[in-house]
């Protein structure tokens, strides 16, 4: 039983301790640059050798951002956005509203706080904020990177690896914004990426992650030495860590895009003693697969498919003093670069026993870059891996509980995470995961920019196309896709079937579960002798079976040509005998649209007849998102608000 003098002496010697380590910050405040810290007194670490991580030393650049962040760490109103996000302990009641993902509470009172803005460069975009916890956006005009609290080995290193800024200053206008938005530690949803300017968001992101990365370890290393000089006292200052050592999570449809990542991580930390190991065999397995011919393919599928585009894979990656380590466990891993099919075979499905996903409890950043090419893929996958990040670990994996943050041993990691989501289209599945999977409480921005023209001005043809868009009207989402298809059986189809219209029709469906469900009629029909003959062009089928249909629908055996939105994804064909072409629904690339108008002409080649050719459009009130950057936006709004269900559109 402990007496009250052994607990006086208890407590005179966590005052001494404190004391030392108040001199331990005065003389490392004064002295940022000293290396051996020989005014530090010896002592015995092997009693204790949880606290310290070996990897991790610092170079005269990390005691100065050391020093700056040790500062900044009891004032949580400090100008960092890293030490401001992740040193605010959040109150148990905003942690339960921010769990339960409502807009208001019990009593009715709206939580969070929706304004538009216009930036300079991005355009209009959404912010929202909770209530109880108002941010402002952070100052766009600051071009200054050490202003915003880059790491200056990363500023140094900039102008070389960010070619794509033809040497006018660190960033670009569209970088400097967009990293602006994204160092504030707000989610981001922006869905005006392109093959143009991809490389440059590239940049951005990886620049952050890397910032992000290495203040996390600048935070450990200089505890490390705190507690090296008061043997084993710790006290709640010295929380700097998460459940698991993983911080970035990179989420990526290809292996070339990983390598173009890995690169220019080299790029943004690479000096002369800089290594990188295992560089020859991420290169040899990263490295380009096939050489694509430039030229003969649309620009937008060269630049997505040129290199390795293997959609199975994950690494781990860690950083340190003068090392970039690849192929790295897991657990021992800072950055985690992964496609939704690699990293599903790891995490696994809830149902299967041999599973490990707890290297996904501590994400504090995550991106998704190509969103439009994982919704190419199987995106279930993607829903997969946001439904494994942050469990309780059930093992501590060599954790120090002492130097655990908090909020992340009450389970509200989600909550500190910041989810930047970059693509080229919206999308209803983006939306949903960026409404009710981003949790983060410092809020979150989505980029506007409502198109005034669409792609269909890209519409060509010899013989003005009369292009009918005829709108489907449903009640309510969920019944949409039956609403459709009696639509299409009962109105559509018959005039194609009896000739009433007649030609080769190709017909355009951007749901594979759609696809289906009309293959299965078509084929039920043409058993029972009632329907045309038909044939199909499918992600899924084989290089025989594609020429099959492709040229059984040329020579006219078939009438109906049914293709998917992912089978035109990957192979781009050009399907030559159209005639009529129904859009089932309107793609998810809005670009699609316009080659695929532009694809009607007879077997030789030859524009068609005025009153022999024609395209067919449905669409409901639901497709706004579709809808909005074929025709421009305020055409869709009039297209959806109008009294009449058909409207018709001339190509120029």
């Known amino acids: 039983m402990r007496t009250k003098k052994n607990k006086r002496t208890d407590d005179f010697d966590i005052a001494q301790r404190k004391k030392k380590i108040s001199k331990v910050e005065k003389t490392l405040d004064e002295n940022p640059s000293i290396e051996d810290l020989t005014l530090l007194k010896e002592t015995d670490v092997a009693d204790h050798p949880e606290l310290i991580d070996n990897d991790f030393t610092l170079s005269d650049d990390d005691n ?8 900044d760490l009891s004032n949580v109103t400090t100008a960092d956005p890293f030490a401001k996000h992740f040193e605010k302990e959040i109150t148990e009641e905003l942690a339960s509203t921010l769990l339960s993902s409502v807009t208001k509470d019990q009593k009715g009172i709206v939580l969070w706080n929706s304004e538009e803005v216009t930036l300079s460069h991005l355009g209009k975009a959404e912010n929202f904020n909770l209530i109880a916890h108002f941010e402002s956006l952070p100052d766009f005009n600051e071009g200054d990177l050490i202003k915003l609290h880059v790491k200056k080995s990363l500023v140094d290193q900039l102008p070389t690896a960010n070619i794509w800024n033809m040497g006018q200053g660190h960033l670009s206008e569209l970088q400097l914004e967009l990293f602006t938005i994204i160092n504030s530690y707000k989610d981001l949803y922006f869905p005006h990426r392109t093959h143009k300017n991809g490389e440059e968001i590239r940049v951005v992101y990886c620049l952050h992650a890397l910032n992000h990365v290495l203040k996390t370890r600048n935070r450990v290393v200089r505890h490390n030495k705190k507690i090296e000089a008061v043997k084993d006292y710790v006290d709640d200052s010295f929380r700097d860590q998460g459940l698991t050592r993983p911080k970035v999570l990179i989420v990526l449809p290809f292996r070339d895009s990983a390598l173009k990542v890995v690169q220019m991580m080299m790029k943004l930390l690479s000096d002369k003693e800089y290594t990188v190991t295992s560089k020859k065999r991420f290169e040899s397995e990263y490295g380009s697969e096939i050489d694509l011919k430039k030229g003969l393919k649309p620009d937008d599928f060269e630049a997505t498919f040129d290199g390795n585009i293997d959609d199975k894979f994950r690494i781990g990656v860690s950083i340190s003093k003068k090392a970039l380590k690849l192929y790295e466990d897991f657990y021992s891993s800072d950055i985690i670069i992964a496609s939704p099919l690699g990293l599903s075979e790891i995490i696994g499905a809830e149902n299967e026993k041999e599973k490990d996903f707890e290297f996904l409890s501590s994400i504090e950043v995550l991106v998704f870059d190509q969103t439009d090419v994982l919704l190419m893929q199987n995106f279930d996958y993607v829903m997969l891996i946001l439904n494994q990040l942050h469990h309780m670990p059930k093992e ?82 969920q019944d949409g896709p039956d609403a459709r298809f009696e639509f299409f059986i009962k109105k559509i189809l018959p005039h194609y079937v009896n000739r009433i219209v007649s030609g080769q029709t190709l017909i355009f469906f951007s749901s594979y579960f759609d696809f289906i469900r009309l293959r299965n009629y078509f084929a039920r029909e043409e058993k029972n002798g009632s329907g045309a003959n038909f044939a199909v062009l499918s992600e899924y089928m084989k290089k025989g079976g594609i020429s099959a249909s492709r040229q059984h629908f040329l020579e006219k055996t078939v009438r109906f040509l049914l293709i998917t939105e992912r089978f035109h994804f990957y192979r781009r064909y050009k399907i030559r005998g159209i005639q009529h072409l129904i ?26 007849e005025k009153f022999n050719q024609g395209c067919t459009v449905l669409f409901s009130k639901y497709d706004a998102d579709r809808l909005v950057p074929v025709v421009g936006y305020e055409k869709a709004c009039e297209l959806i608000a109008s009294d009449k269900n058909v409207h018709t559109f001339h190509s120029q």
């Open 396 to 477: 501590t994996h060599g954790v120090d509980y002492f130097r655990v943050r908090m909020w992340a041993l009450n389970g509200w990691s989600k909550l500190y995470r910041q989810t930047v989501m970059l693509g080229c289209v919206t999308h209803p599945m983006i939306e949903t995961i960026f409404r009710r999977h981003c949790f983060n409480y410092s809020g979150r921005l989505k980029v506007l920019n409502h198109p005034s023209s669409g792609t269909i001005e890209n519409v060509h043809h010899a013989n003005a196309l009369v292009q009918i868009f005829q709108r489907v009207n449903v009640s309510s989402v």
């Open 583 to 608: 859009f089932y629904d309107l793609p998810i690339y809005s670009h699609f649209y316009p080659e695929l108008c532009n694809m009607i002409q007879d077997s030789s080649g030859e524009a068609i």
């Open 64 to 71: 100065d951002d050391a020093d700056r962040s040790l500062r």
